[in-house]
């Protein structure tokens, strides 16, 4: 089940992945916690960005992150290099090398915009997962941001990204459909709450850290795909990215909201 990373997978994807986990964490996690002894499963951790928050804040937890790509997991050992209750696997999210209940909880976030079969995913977590366990999933929806001041061009550069993604088979709105998929997936106990980023002018420093590097600067590594695929011109992406880094002004607001959902296995 390998999907298509919109982003690429190089260097400055994963520092940009760093820095969006590090601003975001404790509006993400602040209320994610597993109780010692317990065996957790990541799923798509990528560069282990959201995997040294989850090992930092349940330090007695046992974690099993699995990724697809072996530069990414390479990446994730060296940022969790610090933490002995993390081991790594290479492997696709469609075909888990483990056996039926291995796992007390679940962990995605980030990874089912990805996927073209984001249920066929689930089911194969649910296989993994003992009855009683619970599923945490996190996922953005590009279709809540919203922006000071406004802009066409910025708005058609962030089109540009989410036509890409959709192309490799993702959704980049895919937030706003985490109840119905874990529902149909047979989950119950479902919880969904949004998170939502805001920064202005009072804070100079998270405009910075996710206005300019990671919102922006993900918008922004897309720009060559974009102009290939003949999706906007070059003039009128560039206005779009000057126009997003406008937002981070001190007369400037940006707001996104994440979905965080939590369920449990019957």
Do not use: W
Request: charged share 25%.
């Amino acid at each position: 089940m390998g999907s298509d990373y919109v982003h690429g997978y190089e260097a400055a994807e994963g520092t940009r992945l760093g820095d969006q986990a590090r601003t975001l964490e404790e509006l993400l996690h602040s209320d994610t916690a597993y109780p010692p002894g317990s065996r957790v499963l990541e799923v798509g951790c990528g560069v282990g960005a959201q995997t040294v928050a989850l090992a930092r804040r349940s330090p007695l937890a046992e974690f099993t992150a699995v990724d697809i790509a072996p530069a990414s997991l390479a990446a994730a050992r060296e940022a969790t290099a610090g933490f002995a209750n993390v081991r790594f696997r290479q492997a696709d999210a469609g075909r888990l090398p483990f056996a039926d209940r291995s796992f007390d909880h679940a962990f995605v976030c980030f990874l089912l915009e990805h996927l073209p079969r984001p249920a066929a995913a689930l089911a194969e977590i649910l296989r993994v997962l003992r009855p009683g366990g619970t599923l945490t999933a996190i996922e953005g929806d590009h279709g809540s941001v919203l922006f000071h001041p406004e802009s066409p061009a910025a708005r058609d550069a962030i089109r540009a990204q989410v036509d890409l993604q959709r192309a490799a088979g993702g959704d980049p709105m895919i937030g706003r459909r985490l109840h119905p998929l874990l529902h149909a997936a047979g989950l119950t106990e479902i919880s969904v709450s949004p998170r939502l980023f805001y920064v202005d002018g009072a804070r100079p420093d998270l405009g910075d850290r996710f206005v300019r590097r990671t919102f922006t600067a993900m918008v922004a590594g897309v720009r060559e795909r974009a102009l290939a695929a003949g999706l906007v011109d070059a003039d009128r992406f560039d206005a779009g990215i000057a126009d997003l880094l406008r937002a981070a002004a001190p007369d400037g607001t940006f707001s996104y909201t994440f979905f965080k959902a939590v369920a449990r296995r019957p």
